[in-house]
C-alpha cells in the first residue's frame, strides 16, 4: 500500500513538472507579445489574399494597421505599467483604497481609448473595401461556403 501511494505520489510531482513549463509562457524576456509581430504579419497576408485586395487597396490596408500600431503602442505600455502599479499596490500592509480605484479607472480608460483606436481602424478599413470584400470580411475565415 505504502509502495502504490508513493508511486503515486512520484508520478503526480512528475507530472507537475512536467507541465508545469507550459503555463509558464514561452520562457522568453517579452513572453507571447515577443511574437505578436510574426503573428500580425501572418494573419496580414492571409487577411490580403483573403480579400482579394487590390495593389492599392494593399498598401493602405497595410498603412492603416501599421498606422493603429504606432497609436496603440504607448498606450497599451501605459496599460500594462498600470497593472504592474496595480499588483504592487494591492501588495502593500496597508490598501490605499483612493488609489486602487483611480489606477482602475485609468485602466478602463486607456482600454475605451484602446476600443476607440479599433473601431477607427474598422472604419477606415471598411472604407476602402468593395462591398463583395466587406462580405468576405464580415463571413470570416471559418464561415465561407
Given at each position: 500500500?505504502?509502495?502504490?501511494?508513493?508511486?503515486?505520489?512520484?508520478?503526480?510531482?512528475?507530472?507537475?513538472?512536467?507541465?508545469?513549463?507550459?503555463?509558464?509562457?514561452?520562457?522568453?524576456?517579452?513572453?507571447?507579445?515577443?511574437?505578436?509581430?510574426?503573428?500580425?504579419?501572418?494573419?496580414?497576408?492571409h487577411a490580403?489574399?483573403?480579400?482579394?485586395?487590390?495593389?492599392?487597396?494593399?498598401?493602405?490596408?497595410?498603412?492603416?494597421?501599421?498606422?493603429?500600431?504606432?497609436?496603440?503602442?504607448?498606450?497599451?505600455?501605459?496599460?500594462?505599467?498600470?497593472?504592474?502599479?496595480?499588483?504592487?499596490?494591492?501588495?502593500?500592509?496597508?490598501?490605499?483604497?483612493?488609489?486602487?480605484?483611480?489606477?482602475?479607472?485609468?485602466?478602463?480608460?486607456?482600454?475605451?481609448?484602446?476600443?476607440?483606436?479599433?473601431?477607427?481602424?474598422?472604419?477606415?478599413?471598411?472604407k476602402i473595401?468593395?462591398?463583395?470584400?466587406?462580405?468576405?470580411?464580415?463571413?470570416?475565415?471559418?464561415r465561407r461556403?
Open positions: 500500500m505504502k509502495h502504490t501511494r508513493m508511486i503515486s505520489m512520484v508520478t503526480i510531482i512528475g507530472t507537475l513538472l512536467a507541465v508545469s513549463p507550459a503555463f509558464a509562457g514561452n520562457g522568453g524576456p517579452r513572453g507571447f507579445h515577443g511574437r505578436q509581430d510574426k503573428f500580425n504579419e501572418k494573419w496580414l497576408d490580403v489574399k483573403g480579400l482579394e485586395l487590390t495593389p492599392d487597396q494593399e498598401a493602405t490596408f497595410r498603412s492603416l494597421h501599421a498606422d493603429h500600431k504606432t497609436s496603440a503602442a504607448p498606450i497599451r505600455e501605459k496599460v500594462k505599467a498600470l497593472r504592474s502599479e496595480m499588483r504592487e499596490t494591492w501588495q502593500e500592509p496597508e490598501l490605499d483604497e483612493g488609489n486602487i480605484m483611480e489606477i482602475s479607472r485609468e485602466i478602463h480608460r486607456l482600454k475605451a481609448e484602446l476600443a476607440e483606436l479599433r473601431i477607427s481602424l474598422r472604419i477606415d478599413i471598411h473595401l468593395t462591398p463583395e470584400q466587406r462580405d468576405r470580411l464580415a463571413q470570416g475565415p471559418g461556403g
